[in-house]
């Protein structure tokens, strides 16, 4: 099972978290930030409907493939 990892951190000139190299908005404080960060792992574990989809690479090409619903990340929030 992918596992993923939201990582609160400082961000212009406030509190955010990111995940990889991917920061959500900038948030006016630490547990702000980090409250918003929990409930970003809790939805991405929750089940849904086996959908198709389509997403753009970092080169630019569209691929188109099926999401299963059941298939979802183990996700944690890493403050520190």
Same mark, same amino acid.
């Given at each position: 099972?992918?596992?993923i990892?939201?990582?609160i ?5 406030g509190?955010t ?6 920061? #959500?908005?900038?948030?006016v404080s630490?547990?702000?930030?980090l #409250? #918003?960060?929990r409930?970003?792992?809790a939805?991405?574990?929750l ?6 989809i389509n997403w753009?690479?970092?080169?630019? +090409?569209?691929h188109?493939? +099926?999401?299963?619903g ?11």
């Amino acid at each position: 099972m992918t596992e993923i990892h939201y990582h609160i951190v400082e961000h212009d000139g406030g509190w955010t978290y990111k995940l990889g190299d991917v920061f #959500a908005e900038t948030y006016v404080s630490h547990d702000d930030a980090l #409250a #918003a960060a929990r409930a970003a792992a809790a939805e991405q574990q929750l089940g849904g409907e086996t959908v198709p989809i389509n997403w753009q690479d970092a080169d630019g +090409t569209w691929h188109a493939e +099926t999401a299963r619903g059941d298939d979802r990340p183990i996700a944690d929030v890493i403050d520190g």
